[in-house]
C-alpha cells in the first residue's frame, strides 16, 4: 500500500514539474513573439520615416520654375538649379567666320551678349553658370560650349555674383552653318532634376 502511494506521489509531482516547464517555455516563446514583433515595428517605421525623408529632400531639390523653350533674342530666361536662382538675358547675337584672325575650326564662331542677374539669397559663380551653357544648330545632339577665355577681345564673365547683383559679358562659340541655333542649359546640367531647361532660338539672319 505505502509502495503504491508513494508511486502515486512521485507520479502527481513529475506531472506538475512537467506543466511548470512548459509553462515557461509558453512564457519565453510569448516573450520572443512579442520582441521580434516589436522590432519588426521599429523597423517600419523607421523604414517609412527615412522614405518621407528622402521623398522630402527630392521634393526640396526639384526646381520649382518650369521649363522655358521658346525664347528668342532679347528675352529673359529664369533659372532654378541646385546652385541657386538667377536670370540669363540673350541680348543679341553675331555669326563670323574669325575672331582675332582665328579661323573656327568648323564653320564659324557666334557671339552673344549676354546678362546674368543673380536672384538667389547667396553668391553665385559667373563662370559656372555660364560653362553650364551650350550652343547647337539640333536639340537632340550636343552643342558647343563657351570659348571666350581665350580671346583677348571677348568680355568674358568672371567673379562672384552677389544676391541681386548682375553682369554683362560674352559667350564665344564655334559653330556649323545653319538656318537657326538653340542656346540653352547643357543636357548634363538638368539631369537628375538639378535644374530646369531653358531654350533660345536664334536665326541665323538674326546674328548676322
Known sequence: MKNNIWITAIILLCTLMLGACSNDEDVATDVENNEEESNGLEENDKDESESESDDETEDEEKPEVEDQLDLV???????????????MTVEHAELSEEVEEEKSTRDGFILLDITIKNTSDHPLDAEDLIYSMEIT????????????????????????????????????????????????????????????????????????
Open 73 to 87: 533674342l532679347g528675352d529673359t530666361g529664369t533659372f532654378d538649379t541646385t546652385l541657386g536662382t538667377y536670370e
Open 137 to 208: 544648330n539640333n536639340l537632340d545632339h550636343s552643342g558647343s560650349t563657351d570659348h571666350a577665355d581665350g580671346f583677348d577681345t571677348v568680355e568674358e564673365f568672371n567673379g562672384e555674383l552677389e544676391p541681386g547683383d548682375e553682369q554683362s559679358a560674352q559667350f564665344l562659340t564655334i559653330v556649323d552653318d545653319s538656318d537657326e541655333y538653340f542656346f540653352r542649359k547643357t543636357v548634363g546640367n538638368i539631369g537628375g532634376g538639378s535644374s530646369n531647361q531653358v531654350v533660345w532660338t536664334i536665326q541665323a539672319d538674326e546674328a548676322e
